[in-house]
């Protein structure tokens, strides 16, 4: 899975946090047995196969090889949009409120020929 749609998929997580916050303010239930950080999750980490016969260490270091890109590029994308969120409230911006701005990120990102957004995203 490309950064961009990572990128994407967490602002799809955030969003879908935003309104399972005002929901259960609401005070409705949720059923969070099929979230989208769960879907993301399932679809960015990968399957691990471990030899037979290898001893724990050997395991360990397999596991952690095949687990750790993932794991960076999910971090990557979710430090991205919290830098970006984190500068419009630092900048004080009352003109546009966190669904906005994750709304206005999401338009950009989903646009092939903005590359602009990609490379910030890998920074």
């Known amino acids: 899975m490309e950064q ?17 916050v005002r929901r259960l303010n609401d005070g409705d239930q949720l059923d969070t047995d099929l979230t989208q950080l769960g879907r993301l999750v399932s679809e960015v980490f990968p399957t691990i196969e471990i030899p037979a ?33 984190a500068k419009v409230h630092d900048e004080g911006r009352a003109d546009v409120n966190s669904t906005e701005l994750l709304q206005e990120i ?18």
């Open 4 to 20: 961009r749609e990572i990128v994407l998929r967490a602002i799809g997580v955030l969003t879908e946090t935003q309104e399972m």
């Open 53 to 85: 016969g290898s001893d724990p260490e050997e395991a360990a270091e397999l596991t952690i090889a095949a687990l750790m890109p993932a794991s960076v590029s999910l971090v990557e994308a979710f430090a991205f949009l919290f830098t970006q969120l």
């Open 106 to 123: 999401a338009l950009r990102m989903s646009d092939p020929g903005d590359e602009g957004e990609e490379e910030a995203a890998e920074d």
